[in-house]
């Protein structure tokens, strides 16, 4: 459960950096059949297409970053410890409109 709160502590503060006040972060979770697919979504600047599959990686923050603040290791983390649990994550995203994160968690 601690890890599972970081994963979610991390997206949220991601959300947060690249929404801009009175902008929207919705976390949700679907039930299917052996798992739960959460998201968590924001109506921020998106992130570059080029970017998506880097977005990873330890210490990248991309060219198009509008924000430079943080280590650029959140993202690396919370995909770390979900492979750790067996699990995955993937981002979509519409650049100048908003970001999505999806990941599962499998329950028997």
């Known amino acids: ?3 599972l709160k970081q994963i979610f502590e ?3 503060e991601n959300a947060m950096k690249f929404t ?3 902008g929207k972060i ?5 039930k299917e059949k052996h798992q739960v697919v959460f998201s968590v979504s924001d109506d921020g600047c998106g992130i570059p297409q080029e970017d ?7 210490f990248y923050k991309g060219n198009g970053a509008q924000n430079k603040n943080g280590s650029g290791l959140g993202l690396a983390i919370v995909k770390e410890s979900l ?3 067996g699990e ?3 981002a979509e995203s519409i650049p100048g409109q908003n970001t999505t994160f999806f990941f ?4 028997r």
């Open 10 to 12: 991390l997206l949220i």
């Open 52 to 58: 998506v599959p880097h977005i990873f990686e330890r």
């Open 26 to 30: 919705i976390v949700d979770a679907v």
């Open 1 to 3: 459960s601690d890890q």
């Open 104 to 107: 599962t968690i499998h329950f």
């Open 20 to 22: 801009d006040e009175g």
């Open 88 to 90: 995955t994550i993937r």
């Open 83 to 85: 492979e750790a649990l």
